[in-house]
């Protein structure tokens, strides 16, 4: 089972969320819906480190996956939604080996599950007005109807292929999405994200709710073989993980399996000669994309983008007839993509806010949800473009 909505919204309550790391008395850094690392062994810094709020909702369904585990795995009798959500939350604060360090019966009855809950307060402390009230709170929930709760991930976004965060970006320009300065086939073009072994790692997960549809070993990496490969279909997307490993060992699922969002699927091994988790995304099938691996035709999207927009609102293009995507098509610009629409210039490799924008428009673009106008363009005129909007900042 997975954690459903009602287990999600109690968490969220009783946790809180701090996007500023800090550190209480028990030796631990927490940042995001409690998260904590040990002090000495994590890279948090309290009163230092931040993160985005989509960093610490990735974080938090990154880490549910141990503790839906720690209540699959240990129990051998059957819970409606509510009840597995309660002893989640339960386990979260708790830690996953709660049951097994106190001798939990693996057949324990309802009556007994709440009556021992209860007894979790570290009384005599000052948490234990707070604990008491959280398991008072998970109690109800327990003993709740679970015909409102659905069960899965409690949302449809994304998350980040490993419990690490994206970084920002990637360890060297070279593994960056689109136009990058290392050669590859008949141009510059990279079709996906390398996360590198140094920052991620090791367990790979699934992006989101979906089906594997290949598996397998595609030649080894030392001869410029892909390695270790997993396909997931997420409609509309094909999502290839590759590169991870040479091993079919490292791999977790096989063809025709369901995952869902966040499920541990393969680990990036660094014995097997592997450095990085290459993840490529298109909405293509995967096996005819392949031949467009070096050309920046739209057959494969970045995916930092489509991860990124599924927890974000798409830009409103208000007048979508008047849009036009232009390229420059000669002089010291030669190449250069972007669109102008609403009053706005907005360019492919901008800084700051617009290029957020353009990355969005490109991905509705390439999906289908606008249609602006293409138009090819000279030098001089992109130079007029840039004259008459002083605020662009190229970033060239």
């Given at each position: 089972m997975?954690?459903?909505?009602n ?13 500023t790391?800090?550190r ?6 927490t ?6 690392e ?11 480190t931040t993160w985005?709020q989509?960093q610490?909702d990735?974080?938090?369904f ?6 839906e585990?720690a209540v ?12 597995f959500?309660a002893?989640v939350s ?6 996953g ?5 106190y001798?939990?019966?693996k057949?324990?009855?309802?009556s ?7 007894l979790?307060v570290n009384?005599?402390s000052?948490?234990e007005e707070?604990?008491?009230n ?8 327990y003993?709740s ?7 899965g991930s ?5 998350t980040?292929p ?10 060297i320009?070279?593994?960056?999405f689109?136009i ?10 990279h079709d996906?994200?390398d ?5 991620y ?9 979906g089906e594997v ?13 892909l390695?270790s490969v ?8 094909q999502?290839?993980y590759?590169?991870?490993?040479n ?5 977790f ?6 995952v ?7 680990q990036l ?12 995304i ?8 392949l031949s467009s ?9 970045n995916p ?7 927890h ?7 007048e979508e007839e ?8 000669e002089?010291?610009?030669?190449g250069?993509v972007?669109?102008?629409f609403?009053g ?8 700051g ?7 969005k ?17 000279s030098?001089?005129?992109y130079e ?7 605020s662009?900042?190229?970033?060239k």
């Amino acid at each position: 089972m997975k954690i459903g909505t009602n287990g999600i919204n109690l968490l969220k309550q009783v946790e809180g969320c701090s996007l500023t790391a800090y550190r209480l008395d028990d030796n631990k850094i927490t940042i995001g819906w409690g998260h904590a690392e040990q002090v000495g062994q994590t890279n948090l810094v309290a009163g230092v480190t931040t993160w985005t709020q989509a960093q610490a909702d990735n974080q938090l369904f990154a880490d549910l996956v141990d503790y839906e585990n720690a209540v699959n795995n240990y129990f051998t009798r059957s819970f409606n939604q509510n009840q597995f959500d309660a002893l989640v939350s339960f386990a979260y604060n708790l830690g996953g080996g709660v049951f097994a360090n106190y001798n939990w019966s693996k057949t324990a009855s309802d009556s007994w599950i709440t009556s021992e809950m209860i007894l979790y307060v570290n009384k005599g402390s000052a948490y234990e007005e707070g604990l008491t009230n959280r398991r008072k709170k998970e109690i109800a929930l327990y003993n709740s109807s679970s015909s409102n709760n659905t069960g899965g991930s409690g949302t449809s976004s994304w998350t980040w292929p490993f419990t690490t965060p994206y970084k920002g970006k990637a360890d060297i320009p070279e593994q960056q999405f689109g136009i990058t300065p290392w050669p590859r086939g008949r141009g510059y073009f990279h079709d996906g994200f390398d996360f590198g072994s140094t920052s991620y790692g090791p367990d790979i997960l699934a992006l989101s709710d979906g089906e594997v549809i290949y598996t397998g070993v595609m030649g080894s990496l030392a001869s410029g073989g892909l390695g270790s490969v997993i396909v997931l279909s997420i409609p509309p997307y094909q999502v290839m993980y590759q590169e991870f490993s040479n091993e079919m060992s490292d791999i977790f699922v096989s063809v025709g399996q369901k995952v869902t969002k966040g499920q541990r699927i393969g680990q990036l091994n660094g014995s097997t000669g592997a450095t990085h988790l290459h993840l490529g995304i298109t909405q293509k099938n995967w096996q005819t994309a392949l031949s467009s691996w070096d050309v920046d035709d739209g057959t494969w999207l970045n995916p930092i983008t489509v991860i990124q927009n599924s927890h974000e609102e798409q830009p409103q293009i208000e007048e979508e007839e008047d849009m036009i995507r232009f390229k420059v098509i000669e002089g010291a610009a030669k190449g250069t993509v972007g669109y102008i629409f609403n009053g706005r210039f907005v360019v492919g490799g901008a800084t700051g806010d617009d290029n957020g924008i353009y990355n969005k428009l490109a991905l509705m673009e390439s999906t289908g949800k606008i249609h602006p106008i293409h138009d090819d363009i000279s030098f001089g005129e992109y130079e007029a473009l840039c004259a008459k909007f002083p605020s662009f900042k190229n970033s060239k």
